[in-house]
């Protein structure tokens, strides 16, 4: 560490002056900053974690920031519809979108011709949350525990249904690793969204389903479902007798996290002072229990990050799914 105590020479006075210079117009935009509404886009459906902490986060803002911070859904085509909207939208601050890594790094891996890239597009302000997903059996399936599950499946192949809900979400890439790594096939039931695959399971119409933790530990608890697996790092302690994915053998870590985005040129003063606001929001308890806890979303680290740590997260989460593509076989979209 260089000593307080160093006597500064007048090229380096010159050089501290000059730098103050230049941050006192991005001090006063960031100030400035928002002189009218800001739009979020949100390329999720209403209701459930991809909408509601974003809707609490707009009210958050709206009350910190003086104007108004409007939630616009625009969902569609595994959010490539929303996330383009942001990302052709002017650079100025005034639109964002919250959104996933579904949306973001999963589409930019497996959908080689997308119309955008999240590297280059867009420029990551904050993670707002990591949701953690259980796999589920119905009461009638004659397994209680995933290990059971397979050996089921690799005597009778596909007579076991699982509802999906397009290519990217950990449900269907569990049922894709099964299949070609452990010669244990499903057969998947596809639907538009989490929550009909999950209204389908509880109606009997699919026998085993995942579904983001929170609504998915009330079901358990209520005895409609039975725990087989949840996608963690380690076993929580909420449910310490039900295994992680890796520890039943699949090695699908896929977890969906959510958070904010700007088109990439937005000025990075805006960046910084909406990355402080909406940490704020994360680390307040009664803001985290009502609009993250609520809807199953853990606030491990980079959450609340600054926008360098999320920036170097965001490249290690695109290398891991290259990897977890390679490994589960996940197909590559070719239109």
């Not at 210079?21 to 979020?40: D, E, F, G, M």
């Not at 040129?265 to 308890?285: G, Q, W, Y």
């Not at 959450?303 to 290259?322: C, M, Q, V, Y």
């Amino acid at each position: 560490m260089i000593s307080t105590r160093l006597v500064m020479t007048t090229p380096v006075i010159l050089a501290t002056v000059a730098a103050a210079a230049l941050a006192a117009p991005l001090a006063v935009h960031a100030q400035a900053y928002p002189t009218k509404a800001v739009r979020i886009i949100v390329p999720h459906p209403v209701g459930g974690p991809g909408d509601i902490p974003p809707r609490g986060f707009a009210l958050g803002l709206t009350q910190v920031m003086g104007q108004p911070f409007v939630v616009e859904n625009r969902d569609g085509a595994d959010g490539i519809i929303g996330v383009d909207a942001c990302v052709k939208s002017p650079p100025d601050g005034y639109t964002l979108c919250s959104t996933s890594n579904g949306s973001t790094i999963v589409n930019s891996v497996v959908r080689p011709k997308l119309s955008f890239d999240p590297f280059k597009d867009l420029v990551g302000i904050v993670q707002t949350g990591t949701l953690y997903s259980m796999i589920m059996a119905t009461p009638s399936v004659p397994a209680n525990s995933m290990a059971e599950l397979i050996a089921l499946l690799k005597a009778k192949p596909e007579s076991i249904t699982l509802g999906t809900y397009g290519a990217i979400n950990m449900a269907a890439m569990m049922g894709q690793f099964t299949k070609s790594r452990l010669g244990a096939a499903f057969y998947p039931i596809p639907y538009k969204s989490a929550s009909q695959a999950l209204q389908a399971a509880l109606s009997g119409q699919v026998q085993v389903v995942g579904f983001a933790l929170g609504a998915a530990s009330t079901h358990v608890k209520a005895g409609k479902m039975k725990p087989l697996a949840i996608n963690s790092e380690k076993r929580l302690p909420a449910f310490p007798d039900v295994p992680t994915l890796k520890e039943t053998g699949i090695d699908v870590n896929y977890r969906s996290w959510f958070a904010f985005f700007a088109p990439a040129a937005v000025p990075r003063d805006i960046v910084r002072r909406l990355n402080t606001e909406v940490a704020k929001m994360i680390h307040d308890p009664q803001f985290k229990t009502k609009f993250l806890t609520s809807q199953g979303l853990e606030t491990d680290f980079p959450t609340g990050a600054s926008p360098e740590e999320f920036a170097k997260f965001l490249l290690d989460e695109r290398a891991d799914f290259i990897r977890l593509v390679k490994v589960a076989n996940i197909p590559i979209q070719k239109d």
